[in-house]
């Protein structure tokens, strides 16, 4: 009877020994799969920014009047010394755009600058960067 | 006789106490493998699905750029779609690249001068249900529809006028 005993409290400590490694390894398991969640999430909110950051730049450069776009896109002027900037003002976005606008007045006519910036969720470090400039040639007269 | 009835008893019920526990953790270990499975075919799937959307609009928008030339881009009806016309058609020997939506996929056919329309003929690009392009000034706007319904706007500013435009 006591050998009997003995061996079956043997297999119940082999028995939670291998749930315990099993256990470790799926901890293991889910920890990684929820670093691809999240890293996938991140993916997309910064394909996210970037098609918005194209849009807006493709925008103003086809806009005759820039801030009232910016204005009509739910973007919210912001004092700086770098020209005018704008960031958007809407809540919930997994990233936030900033766009300044800088003109500089040529004999011909005047070169518009535009910056787009944007980041991904509370990150300091900027996902897209883009830029383009646009010229309006001043009427001749 | 009722002593050793007792330890069989006993003996027995810790044999069942191992087993349950050990059915208890093979039920757990396959549903750990069923979500796992299940989140990993989710990020796959999310992962392809913004990948094939950088790569349509980046096709797009290139496309568009390069053919922006004096009536290089044009949108015109072809049957019951509105097609995104890139190159010139006018000349006899001239061919033109056509983007429309056919199927639940946007297509891409290049087109002889004299050779007729045909949807079916068009290369997929990618999954959607519907591909709707537009011209508002000088601003060309492409409404996508993807396989979960989900419209997203892809706009492209235009140098010249699309012949849509000029012709006005």
Same mark, same amino acid.
């Given at each position: 009877?006591?050998?009997?005993?003995?061996?079956?409290?043997?297999?119940?400590?082999?028995?939670?020994?291998?749930?315990?490694?099993?256990?470790?390894?799926?901890?293991?398991?889910?920890?990684?799969?929820?670093?691809?969640?999240?890293?996938?999430?991140?993916?997309?909110?910064?394909?996210?920014?970037?098609?918005?950051?194209?849009?807006?730049?493709?925008?103003?450069?086809?806009?005759?009047?820039?801030?009232?776009?910016?204005?009509?896109?739910?973007?919210?002027?912001?004092?700086?010394?770098?020209?005018?900037?704008?960031?958007?003002?809407?809540?919930?976005?997994?990233?936030?755009?900033?766009?300044?606008?800088?003109?500089?007045?040529?004999?011909?006519?005047?070169?518009?600058?535009?910056?787009?910036?944007?980041?991904?969720?509370?990150?300091?470090?900027?996902?897209?960067?883009?830029?383009?400039?646009?010229?309006?040639?001043?009427?001749?007269? | 006789?009722?002593?050793?009835?007792?330890?069989?008893?006993?003996?027995?019920?810790?044999?069942?106490?191992?087993?349950?526990?050990?059915?208890?953790?093979?039920?757990?270990?396959?549903?750990?493998?069923?979500?796992?499975?299940?989140?990993?075919?989710?990020?796959?799937?999310?992962?392809?699905?913004?990948?094939?959307?950088?790569?349509?609009?980046?096709?797009?928008?290139?496309?568009?750029? %390069?053919?922006?030339? &004096? !009536?290089?881009?044009?949108?015109?009806? $072809? @049957?019951?779609?509105?097609? +995104?016309?890139?190159?010139?058609?006018?000349?006899?020997?001239?061919?033109?690249?056509?983007?429309?939506?056919?199927?639940?996929?946007?297509?891409?056919?290049?087109?002889?001068?004299?050779?007729?329309?045909?949807?079916?003929?068009?290369? %997929?690009?990618?999954? &959607? !249900?519907?591909?709707?392009?537009?011209? $508002? @000034?000088?601003?060309?706007? +492409?409404?996508?529809?993807?396989?979960?319904?989900?419209?997203?706007?892809?706009?492209?500013?235009?140098?010249?006028?699309?012949?849509?435009?000029?012709?006005?």
């Amino acid at each position: 009877m006591n050998r009997h005993g003995n061996n079956s409290n043997a297999l119940l400590v082999e028995i939670m020994i291998a749930v315990l490694f099993f256990s470790l390894c799926s901890t293991v398991l889910l920890d990684a799969f929820i670093k691809a969640h999240d890293g996938s999430a991140r993916s997309a909110a910064v394909t996210d920014a970037l098609i918005e950051a194209r849009n807006i730049l493709e925008q103003l450069n086809a806009a005759e009047e820039p801030e009232a776009l910016l204005a009509a896109n739910g973007y919210a002027e912001t004092e700086s010394e770098d020209g005018s900037v704008w960031q958007q003002t809407g809540e919930g976005e997994a990233y936030r755009l900033m766009v300044r606008l800088e003109s500089t007045p040529t004999e011909a006519g005047a070169l518009r600058t535009a910056h787009v910036t944007a980041w991904s969720g509370a990150s300091d470090q900027p996902v897209v960067r883009l830029q383009s400039a646009h010229y309006d040639p001043a009427e001749v007269e | 006789m009722s002593r050793k009835t007792f330890s069989t008893r006993q003996h027995s019920m810790s044999g069942a106490f191992v087993f349950l526990l050990l059915g208890l953790f093979a039920v757990l270990s396959t549903l750990m493998v069923l979500f796992s499975a299940k989140l990993y075919r989710s990020t796959v799937m999310e992962a392809t699905e913004y990948s094939a959307q950088r790569v349509l609009n980046s096709y797009l928008l290139n496309t568009v750029h %390069a053919n922006d030339r &004096a !009536q290089g881009v044009s949108i015109r009806r $072809e @049957g019951d779609m509105d097609v +995104l016309a890139f190159g010139w058609s006018d000349a006899e020997d001239g061919y033109e690249t056509l983007v429309y939506g056919y199927n639940g996929e946007i297509r891409e056919l290049l087109l002889g001068g004299d050779e007729t329309f045909d949807p079916e003929l068009g290369e %997929a690009i990618c999954a &959607a !249900q519907r591909f709707t392009p537009g011209v $508002e @000034g000088s601003l060309l706007t +492409l409404s996508i529809t993807d396989g979960k319904g989900v419209e997203s706007k892809l706009y492209v500013a235009l140098s010249c006028p699309t012949r849509k435009e000029a012709a006005r």
